[in-house]
Each structure stands twice: as structure tokens, then as C-alpha cells.
């Protein structure tokens, strides 16, 4: 089965700058990559995802990038705000009505 | 975006007996849901796929006789932990991706908090 590989687990970056987090899954199959934050004792909240016919995708302060070959995405923030301060997930399916497989997380910190 | 309504949002029991967590699709029929469980910490883990009229199937190392799934309806499916024990408190999580929307994008419950105490 599909296996998503998260980088860092955690994260600390200055008020401002921008920070990346990687993931890399084993599926080839896989056609759906959706990024999630998530705070603490709330449901994950979708922030951008990207299917597998794009390359990149933006929304304001944030991107994903995807490359099929070497099986990994990332997700980009520029800016980084403390607010941004949250565990994020990423993750990969086949698409259609197949479950989300979840890296394991990266506690991104943003100081003031 | 569609609806995921979970219930109870927490719930306090004790040592040995039985608990009912409840998942909706409040605007979109869900012939397949998905049951995740999240230790503190740690990632959605997926337990089990609710299949509306058949049997869930289950992750590999999760108790199907503990963890039973019902899903009778096109909109409601519920995952009872049968005799919990301290080590099932965990946070757990439904989801469901609808059909037709036009979006592969999956919708989770507000989550439940269960602690066995």
C-alpha cells in the first residue's frame, strides 16, 4: 500500500521567512496530494492540494510543487506569520473513493 | 464544500464498557467512509473503510470484533469501541470524499475525543 514520508518533524523559522516541508510517497498510483493543518484537538484543515496533471500550485502565501518522477511534493510558505504556527500533514491517495494516507507531521513554530 | 458531522465532539467512559461514535453526511451521500484514529502527537492513522450495506474493512493490526462499524445508511455510518480500555483514549476522526462534486477532496468530522478512564 501507498506509504507518505514527512520532512521535518519539526520546524522553526523566524517571523517573515518561508518554510518548506517535504514529502515523498511510494504509490505511483497515487493522483491526489492535499496538505493539512491542523490544530491541536481540531479536525485537519485543508490548505492547498494539487493533482497529479500539475505541476505547481499557489494560493497567496502558499504552494505546492509536485514532481511525479522522483515521487515527492512540497509544500511552500512564504511570509510565515506566528498564526502559521500549527502541525501540518501531508498526504496521498489513488484518488477517487480511496482513503487519505498522512505523513507524519511537521510542527512548524514561527517566533516573533 | 460538503458537511461531515461527528458526535460526540467527547466523551469520558469507563474501563470495560461500550461507546458509540456517530459520523453524518449532512449535504452528500457517502456510499464510503473512513474511520482514523489520531494519538497525541502522531498522525491520522486509518483504522477502517465503512462501506454503506457491506462489511468495513479493516487496517491491518485493528480489531474488527473490538472496533465494530455499522454504515446502514447513505449517510450515516458509527464506530462503536466495544470494552474499552485506557489505551483506546484517543482522538478519533470520520471522513468521506463525495462523488459529485467535481472535487477529489475529503471532509472530516469535528473529530472525537474519547478518554477511558
Known amino acids: 500500500g501507498e506509504n507518505v514520508e514527512q520532512h521535518p518533524s519539526t520546524l522553526s523559522v523566524q517571523e517573515g521567512d518561508s518554510a518548506v516541508i517535504k514529502c515523498t510517497y511510494s504509490d505511483s498510483a497515487s493522483n491526489y496530494f492535499p496538505w493539512y493543518k491542523q490544530e491541536l484537538g481540531k479536525r485537519p484543515q485543508l490548505i492547498i492540494d494539487i493533482r497529479s496533471n500539475v505541476g505547481e500550485k499557489k494560493d497567496q502565501r502558499i504552494a505546492v510543487t509536485l514532481n511525479k518522477t522522483a515521487k515527492h511534493f512540497s509544500l511552500h510558505i512564504t511570509e510565515t506569520q506566528p498564526e502559521d504556527s500549527a502541525v501540518y500533514f501531508c498526504?496521498?491517495?489513488?484518488?477517487?473513493?480511496?482513503?487519505?494516507?498522512f505523513g507524519k507531521g511537521t510542527r512548524l513554530s514561527v517566533i516573533a | 464544500g460538503a458537511v461531515v458531522s461527528q458526535h460526540p465532539s467527547w466523551v469520558i467512559c469507563k474501563s470495560g464498557t461500550s461507546v458509540k461514535i456517530e459520523c453524518r453526511s449532512l449535504d452528500f451521500q457517502a456510499t464510503t467512509m473512513f474511520w482514523y484514529r489520531q494519538f497525541p502527537k502522531q498522525s491520522l492513522m486509518l483504522m477502517a473503510t465503512?462501506?454503506?450495506?457491506?462489511?468495513?474493512?479493516?487496517e491491518q493490526g485493528v480489531e474488527k470484533d473490538k472496533f465494530l462499524i455499522n454504515h446502514a445508511s447513505l449517510t450515516l455510518s458509527t464506530l462503536t469501541v466495544t470494552s474499552a480500555h485506557p489505551e483506546d483514549s484517543s482522538f478519533y476522526i470520520c471522513?468521506?470524499?463525495?462523488?459529485?462534486?467535481?472535487?477529489?477532496?475529503?471532509?472530516f468530522g469535528q473529530g472525537t475525543r474519547l478518554t477511558v478512564v
Open positions: 465503512s462501506n454503506e450495506g457491506s462489511k468495513a474493512t479493516y
Open positions: 471522513s468521506a470524499r463525495p462523488a459529485d462534486r467535481g472535487t477529489s477532496e475529503a471532509f
Open positions: 498526504a496521498a491517495s489513488i484518488g477517487g473513493n480511496t482513503p487519505l494516507v
